[in-house]
């Protein structure tokens, strides 16, 4: 047997030539689950926040105003239970509440369904409040010209609200990488639970998740860099180019977002 390394760096590297490809492992588990919930919570919540959004017309009877503030009622409880209660019981009472029914999902299949599910109460709010940030002349404007409730929000509301809200979805995304960590609970394979069985061969907690950290680190930090790339791109060039025809020749007007012509 080889002599086992005596200071912290020599286990950090005995640890990781001899668990890497579980740390790997662990992280592209993490990642999916991260991204896939992410991902569906954001249609999941998008859905929610313009059923919760629409309107009651004012001389609407009663009768027609029972199923649309039922369905408020519905979305609003939903919404309270999944923000009101960590992910760590809501995955036991989903993945283990299920077995007891006779309903067995795969621990992967449980996981997404649980960041999902979670994932989309909070985007729910988020995006609602994105919507409520655009101006309403602008949705007005859109019923004004015949366009439904759906086709006014997709057209014309939710490209502006969407950009509005970029940081607050990315810190969603960067949530779930980090309670991701919670599933272990139900046995998912994602990073903290293959960290906890590397650990517990040498009982060398303190330099385990001292990695298991910097990579946490290093995967948060590049999504949030990427996410800022991405708000840049959605936001447009610097200077805008309009193209109009007052006379016969072509005519360009240029301007530039500081409000300064452009001679």
Known sequence: MSELPSSFFGWVGFILEKYG??????????LAVAITGTVLGFVLGLLVAILRTIPIPARAKWYQKIPVKTLYGIL???????????????????????????????VLTAAIMIVSINTGAYMAEIIRGGIISVDKGQKEAAHALGMTHWQSMVHVVLPQAVRNIMPSIGNEFVVNIKDSSVLNVISVNELFFMSKSAAGTYLRYFEVFFITACIYLILTFSVTRLLRVLERKMDGKTNYVIYGSQSDSKASIVIQKEGIPND
């Not at 490809?21 to 993490?30: A, Q």
């Not at 209660?85 to 009472?93: F, R, S």
């Open 21 to 30: 490809s579980l740390f790997l492992r662990g992280t592209g588990i993490t």
């Open 76 to 106: 609003g409880v939903y919404i309270e239970v999944f923000r009101g209660t960590p992910m760590i019981v809501q995955a036991m009472v989903i993945y283990y509440g299920g077995m007891q029914m006779g309903m067995r999902l795969p």
